[in-house]
Structures are given as structure tokens and as C-alpha cells.
């Protein structure tokens, strides 16, 4: 798996961060919103989200940075404000195509076979953990050898198939 | 004034004095800033962050509530990016506040709800989510829904402020929520339910549990009256709807009220109440008309009259009835009956020494208030007073907060030794001592040459401080000299702060002295009384020694009969004790609210003396212990039906208000109508005319602003106490254990939250009960040489070994007491049944 993450994930790791040491609860604006920041966050790395989440979110943090009580109540949504802002492209990804490019956001991605590449070599069904890999090793001048599939339900994004597949088959989007 | 600041606010030019805030500058020119969490009364935290304004030239929004006003501010309230500052943050409490308005309580009232409707908040604009704690309902008066919380805080602060200080913020961030410490329910976590919490809750979060399903507050009609319980006759409003009482409210929402006070309204209203006379015929208390049984009445008091002269009839009065009643009834006694014997319940609860302290204060304008408990530096608290008038313990931790000095003395580790800095520990019936060695070593600090001067008697007073000082008190040499040091601060404001009803006279006369010492004079001395009307009943003559307006001599008798149109007997008639004594010549007998089989000490003696009687009137709101052996029994409406006035322990007058249609006569009809069946008679049956005659005969009800030009100390006496062998114990009466009041009204009135263990239980040191072999529920016998009783041990660690306590008021105490001293512990035996 790669080491890069995507803004999406950096701002929701910061923003996390900042709750579970700083925000104490003493301020209403700050503590109520916690809630719908990680929400939002979360939707985001989900995929659950749209482009109109993206723009709350914006108006929480700039409302909550007016309205909080305390220096670090402002800066965790100014630093998030800020990466909405720098990161538009990968926040709008996120919302509207549902992908993360740096593959952070393991839940967002997709992991499906190319059946023009893939040369039914079994390498993956093999190494699935998951069990989400069918089909059957190709067999010379057989005529019902059709290429492999991967179960969207039961595939856990672990990116083993990735690892094993020689031909590069396998497609994350 | 010189430190005016004149600023703007909304266009608006206002001045006002410097260190006001943006919101109270605001509020006197008129502009309602909305705010959650600020509460008049309390500390502004600034959390909630509705307050906000705008200064021109400051950068951001700023609290109003926290702000103060500067000269030449600019300031703006209500901009339209105020209003979406303030629109954000409601919208934000709206997001974890799942309560349906549609069906809510405080629906009208609730200031979520209204500042979302002035800001024009039409549907959410973030998913509501439900916190999902649970609902608390395991106590009887407050039920706590933090589902509907909005974390303002305001319970909090005024917990801490003049409850019990059990309320904070639990965990952090996200999770936060108001609750005591580990969770526990409130009556395990020491809440004694003043209800000040509920008071200043904005939303539904805290609510009386008895108002539920009774209406919305818009349907209310707030009466303003004073709580009939105990002498401080706290100021409050009764909410009613149709004649029902729904909940009690203050004037400002962090006044403070005890549990009897917001709670314990239910007596008025309560099933039990007697309301329509009863006579005895067969054995048996049966319902029967007024004419019928005032003709009764009457016709019988004439016959012991007649046969046993005027000496043979009599009348009690308790201190719980109006001015107006305790009048009508003594001049009943006086000049209807013609019998001095009239007397209150007050002379087991320390009329003595309310006399005394009167005498040496020079009328109520000396009292200390409860605001001058407030305002004190040093306080010298003694005993469970703090129980006995619960509004002092609010005062007492507002002064402590402020950096007040407290000096404890009691044996009950209770909340004000908590705040003390001074604990003096005596072993019980040492209090006094402790005070005159206190006295001495105050009066080697302040230096002898300016107190003889000041003081009379000094020399006497010096005897006696030197009698006392080598008695072992329990209490060290070194605490008395860290108490000496901070009473003897003459500049510091001090207050002695004394139940003259829980202490033992040597102690009250002790605490005055101490006062007199430093030169305290005037508002030095808090007279607590459990009493509504303590200060009002001996005011209106209805003691034994003195006529209305504590006046006495034969002129004043001569004015009276004239005033009355009647021969007087002799004024000083016989007092409460004398009546009640074995040989006494009374045989018949007119009680007025008053329960002496219950509430006078030694009270099975005070049965068996009744049982003599040859005719007993009873009149009381409820069925007493004293009423069940009566021959008629005559319904007695309380002073929330009837007006009426008290004067509290602040000698001021208080008028009570008619809220509640009555449920009977007032008790100056009947006696009126009584009077006029005995002896033709005028004026007692209507209030104004009584008020008016009141007034002639006692002028201002007899506060009165005299004033002793050289005061002189009292003497204290040299009781000491009585060393037990080893082990033994002491029986202390004590208000400060087992919570709640244990008086009749609550008892009989059905009230029973507010009196836990209905007055039947007796409290041990753990070290004690063990010794003893004895547990908590454990049934006991007590045995004092006064009487036995059977009794429930509590264990409770507040006590010192070698000390029972025994609830205050409660019938149970009263049997085992020494008749004659009722403070004064006595040795007790505890044995297992």
C-alpha cells in the first residue's frame, strides 16, 4: 500500500488529533461541531459524501473559527479550513467521484480486473485473504475460459492482488 | 459619579459605572442581548457564546458577558453577522438537543426555543442526534434529562456557589456532560435538592418532577408569597395553575430556596388537611358542624371557668401561625377567657434567649441579616444551623468564596466545616466552654482596658472566662488561638451565626458575649430559628410574661382592658412548662398549631399531663399526636390561604399572600366566632380590623428600635458537661443528620421525600455502632433516664464517637430529652432489640 496520504485523510488525522487532546467541551460552539466535522471527514473517506458536504464543512470551520471560545478551538478549523482551500481538487474527488488517488482512503477505493490483461494466472484468487477473487486457472484450447472477477462486497482493500498480479491486471479506482 | 463610562451601544448613548459588562450596560438601555449561559447572580464563564457582539475597531465577535464597557466603545448587538454567529451556535445546540418541543415541559419558557424562533431558524441546517443517556429518575423531585442539556454550565455554577457543590463537567470533548462525581444518583452523591439547579436551567434538562403533565409555564400565574417553613420566611412565588400549586419559583432565577421551600409546598394542599371540625362522641373524633362545635367549646370553657377559676384554663400557641392568629388567640385567652395562662411552644425553643439577645441588640435593626452573613469576612458558625435556616448555608459559602474566614463549632462533620478554616470539635455540652475560652483568648488579643470600658459587667464576665478556661472541651489550645486570632480582627466584618432553638442557652449567651467582646454590636448576631414566626409570636404577647408589643407593667394592662373593654388578669400567667406540669391547676386546654405531644421535649410526660385534661381544643392543620387525644379537634387554615403576616429572623415583617382559595375558617374567624359565644365580643374575625388594632396596640408589630446605650455581658453559668465512663454515649438532637426536615407538616402532610426516615432513626460513629455490634438498619431500643424509644441505626461518619444523634423535631427525640433543657445532651443507653 502506498505511504502517500491524500489531504482528505491528513486533515481528518489532524482534526482527530486536535479532539482527542485539546477539545475540552467548555465551549458549545466547538464541542457541537466536532460531531459533524468528523462526520463530514468521515463521509468524505467513505464516499458517502457530495460536493454540497464539502461546502458545510467549509461553513462550519469558518463559523465555529468566529464563534469559538479558545485559541485552539480556532486553529484546529483554521488548519482544516485551509486544507479545503489548498486541496479543493482531491477534497471534490472525494465528494463527487469517489476516489482518493493517493489510495488512502482504503473504504473509497475499488479494486476491479481488467479481463483484457488478466491471463488467469490464479496468483490472486490464491492470495486473497478475503476470498473476493473467482474464477478458474486458464486452460489451453478450452472455450469457456473467461477471465477472473473480484466481489465488490467481499473484497476488504487490501491490495494483496495488486501485490501478486504480474500483468497488472488489477485496476484501483 | 466620577467612574461613569459613557459608550455606545446600537446607536444608543448610555452611561454606566465602570466594570459593568457589555450586557448589563445593555440591558439598561433597554436591549436584550440573547445569552445562555450567563445567569444573573453567578460567574460568567462566556461558553456558550450566544452573547456575542461587536466593537468597532476590535478584531472578531466578543462575549457581552464577559466584555467589559470601555469609554468611547462602539458597540453593536445585533448585526446580520452577529445573527449568523449567534444562528451557527443555536443551530449547533439544536444538533444534539433531541427533545420535541411539541411535548416539552419548557415549552414557552425555554430559551433554546426562543432565541431559535427570534433568529429565525425555521428546520435544522445539521442532523439531529440523540446522546442517549439515559433519563434520571430516581429521586423524588428533580428528574434530569441530559438528552435536552446544552452544557451551559449554569447548574454547575450555582451548585457551587450555594448547593451542595456536587455538579461538574464529566469527561471531555464530545463526550462531555454534566454529572456528579462517578455518576451517582444525586441522593447518594450528598445533594440536599434545593433545586437551585433547576432554577437556572435554560431548557428541560432539570425539572421539578412534580410539575410534569401540569401545563406549560404561559399558563401559570406566579404569586409572589413567603415559604411557611423556617424563621428566614424565604421570599417566593407560587406558580398555580386553577388553584393548584404547580412549582415554586424565586424572583431571580439563582435565588436561593431549600428542598422544603421549592418541594415541600404539597402540605397545603394535601388530603390529609383537616377541613372541617371533628368532635369526640363515644370514644371517637367524628365530623360535625362549626355552630355545634364552637357552642361546645365555648359552653365547656365557661364551666372550668366557672368551677376552677380563671387559673383552670390555658392555651398554647405554636410558632408557625401568623401575627394576626398568635394575636387573636392571646387576647382570646386573656380577655375572652380571662386567664393569663397563655403561652407558646416557643419557650422549649429558646424564647429565653431570643429575649435575652433582643434585649442586648436593641431590636431586630441589630439583627444581622442574611445578606449581612454575605457580606461577612469572618463567620462563627454554631451547631446545625445551617439546617435548621437552610438559607444560610447559600450566604455561608458565598462569604467563603469571597475569601470569608469561617469558624466552625459543632460536633457534625457537615458541609460548613468542609469550607472552615477553624473546626472547633467540642464533646457535646461543651459548646459554651469552648466559646468562653474562645472569649479569653480573643480577649487577651483585643486587651481589657476598652471592652470594661464599652462593656458592663466585665468583672463578672472575666470570673467566669477564668472558671472555664482548664475544662477540657475536647477542643486544643491551639485551634481556639487560630479561632481567637480571626474573630479578633476588629476591622474584619464578623458574624455570629447561631439556631437559638439548637443551642443550649449557656451557648447563646456565650455567642453574644463573644460579639459584645469585639465590639460587635450591631448586625453581628444571626438569631436563626426553625420557626416561621419565632420572632412574631412573643412580639404579639402570646408568652406568658408580656402583652402585645413586649409590653408589660399594670398601666400597659390598664390600656389594654381598655382597649379590649375587659378586666385583664394577672399578666404574668403560667408559662408552657408550668401548664404542663404534673400539679398545674389547668383543666382545660386551647392548642393552636402547636403539637406538644411531639414537639415539646419530654413529650411523653407532656401525654400524660393531657390525658388529665378535662377538655381539649386542638386547632392544627393536620391530625396530630396532639389532636388525636382531643375532645375537639378545629381545622386550622395555613397562612397561604389566609394572609396574615410573620416577622422572620431578620425582624423584618413579611405579609403573606393568599394564594390558595382556603380551606377553612382563618384561625381569627373562629376565634372570633369562639369569643363572641363566650363573651360578646368584637373584632378578632376580620383581618384588616385586626391588622389596625394590631398595629395600636403594638406599633409596628412590636420591632422596635430600641437600643441599650451600655450593653452588658450576660452571664453564662458553669455548666459542665457530665463525663460518662468510658464508651458511653451522649443523646445529641440534631438537625444537620439525615437530610431533610422532620417536622409535622411534612409528616402528616404526606410529604414523605421530605422526611427520609420519618424522623426514626438514630445516627453512630462507625467506631460506635461496632463497638456496639450494631449495623445500619439495625433496630434499637434508646434509653435515656427521661424515656425509651425504638429507633434505626444509621451509621454516618460525620459523627465523633461517643455521640447518638437524633433528628431534630421528631417526636422520637423529643420523648428522650431532658423537659426542661432540650439541647442539652443527655446519657443514653443503646441496646439491640
Known sequence: ?173 | MADLVTLTIDGKGISVPRGTTILHAAETAGIKIPHLCYCPGLKGTGACRICLVQIEKVKGLVVSCMRKVAPEMVVHTNTEEIREARRFVVELLLSRHSGLCLSCEKSGSCRLQQYAYELGIERPSFPVRDPGYPVDESNPFIVRNYNLCILCGRCIRVCRTQGSDILDFMKRGIETRVSTALDKPLQEAGCDFCGSCVGVCPTAALMEKNRRGKGREWEFTPLRSYCGYCGSACELYYNLKKDEIVRVTTEAPADYLCVRGRFGYGYLTSGARLTTPLVRRDGELVPAEWEEVLELTARRFRELRDKYGPRGVGGIVGALVSNEAAYAFQKFIRAALKSGNVDSGLRFSGLDLLRECDGVLGGPKGYASLEDIAAADVLLVIGDVWRRVPAVWGRIKRAADRGAKVVCLGLYAGRPTRVAQVWLRPVPGAEHLVLQQLAAAVLRQVGERRVRQRVAKFNAFKKELASAVAVPTGVGAEEIAKAAELWADRKAKGVVVLAVDGVTPETGRAALNLCLLTGRLKNALFLGHSLTNAQGIWRMGAVAETLPGLQTGPRVTARFARLWGATLPDIPGLTAKEMLAEDSPVRGLYVLGENPVASFPGCDRVAARLKKLEFLVVQDLFLTETAGMADVVLPLAATAETGGTCINVEGEVRQFREVLPAKTLAAWEVIGWLASKVRLDAGYGVLRQLKSEILTAAPGYGVKAGGTPRPAFLPVGDAVPEAGPDGSLRLVPLAARFGFYEGSWALHGGIRALCRFGGDCVGLAPEDAERLGLEEGTAVAVTTAYGRATAVVRIDSGLPPGVAAMPAFAAKTNTLLIPEAPNKPVAVEITKL
Do not use: W
Open chain 1, 1 to 173: 500500500m502506498s505511504e502517500a496520504l491524500c489531504a482528505v485523510t491528513r486533515a481528518y488525522q489532524e482534526y482527530m488529533e486536535f479532539t482527542e487532546e485539546q477539545l475540552c467541551g467548555r465551549c458549545i460552539p466547538c464541542m457541537a461541531a466536532a460531531p459533524m466535522i468528523i462526520d463530514v471527514l468521515e463521509r468524505l473517506r467513505r464516499g458517502d459524501a457530495t460536493a454540497a458536504d464539502v461546502d458545510q464543512l467549509e461553513r462550519i470551520c469558518a463559523e465555529v473559527y468566529v464563534t469559538a471560545l479558545c485559541k485552539h478551538g480556532q486553529k484546529a478549523v483554521a488548519n482544516l479550513s485551509q486544507a479545503v482551500k489548498d486541496y479543493r481538487e482531491a477534497f471534490s474527488l472525494h465528494a463527487e467521484a469517489k476516489r482518493c488517488p493517493e489510495r488512502s482512503c482504503t473504504e473509497i477505493l475499488r479494486y476491479q480486473i481488467n479481463p483484457e490483461r488478466c491471463t488467469q494466472c490464479d496468483r490472486c484468487r490464491e492470495v486473497c485473504p478475503a476470498g473476493a477473487v473467482v474464477g478458474e486457472p486458464y486452460v489451453p484450447y478450452r472455450a469457456d475460459n473467461y477471465p477472473y472477477v473480484i466481489i465488490q462486497e467481499k473484497c476488504t482493500r487490501c491490495s494483496a492482488c495488486l501485490e501478486v498480479c504480474a500483468d497488472k491486471a488489477i485496476e484501483v479506482v
